[in-house]
C-alpha cells in the first residue's frame, strides 16, 4: 500500500496555470502506476492523466495538450501541470497509484487505481 499526499491546489483566474504535486511514501514508487482524477460538484469523479511505471502517459481528451503528467522516481513524487485552465477544470483533484502488476495483467492505464489521496482543491475563476 502507498500513502498519497496531493499539494498545489489553490484559486486561479481562467488561462492561468497551476502545478499539483503528490508525494507518495514508500521505497518502490518506481514500480507503481500514477495517476490525476477528478470530482466537481454533483459529479462522479473522473480520469484526468496517468504516468506509468515506464512513464509512459495517458490524458483525458478535455485536458490533452492543456495538462501534464511527469514523476520523479527519486523524489517519490508525481506531478500535474495544468495550463490554460478553464472554469470547466474546477474540482477536488486526487492523486491515484496502482502496483505495476495490475497493468501487467490487462487493466487499462486509466482504471483499477486502489490507493488514493486526501485531493486538493482547484478552483477556476472565469
Known amino acids: 500500500q502507498v500513502q498519497l499526499e496531493e499539494s498545489g491546489g489553490g484559486l486561479v483566474q481562467a488561462g492561468g496555470s497551476l502545478r499539483l504535486s503528490c508525494a507518495a511514501s514508500?521505497?518502490?514508487?518506481?514500480?507503481?502506476?500514477m495517476g490525476w482524477f477528478r470530482q466537481a460538484p454533483g459529479k462522479e469523479r473522473e480520469f484526468v492523466a496517468a504516468v506509468s511505471w515506464t512513464s509512459f502517459t495517458l490524458y483525458a481528451a478535455s485536458v490533452k495538450g492543456r495538462f501534464s503528467i511527469s514523476r520523479d522516481n527519486a523524489k517519490n513524487t508525481v506531478y500535474l501541470q495544468m495550463n490554460w485552465l478553464k472554469p470547466e477544470d474546477t474540482a477536488v483533484y486526487y492523486c491515484?497509484?496502482?502496483?505495476?502488476?495490475?497493468?501487467?495483467?490487462?487493466?487499462?492505464?486509466?482504471?483499477?487505481?486502489?490507493?488514493w489521496g486526501q485531493g486538493t482543491q482547484v478552483t477556476v475563476s472565469s
Open positions: 514508500g521505497r518502490t514508487f518506481s514500480s507503481y502506476d
Open positions: 491515484a497509484a496502482r502496483h505495476k502488476y495490475r497493468g501487467l495483467r490487462g487493466s487499462p492505464l486509466y482504471g483499477d487505481y486502489n490507493d
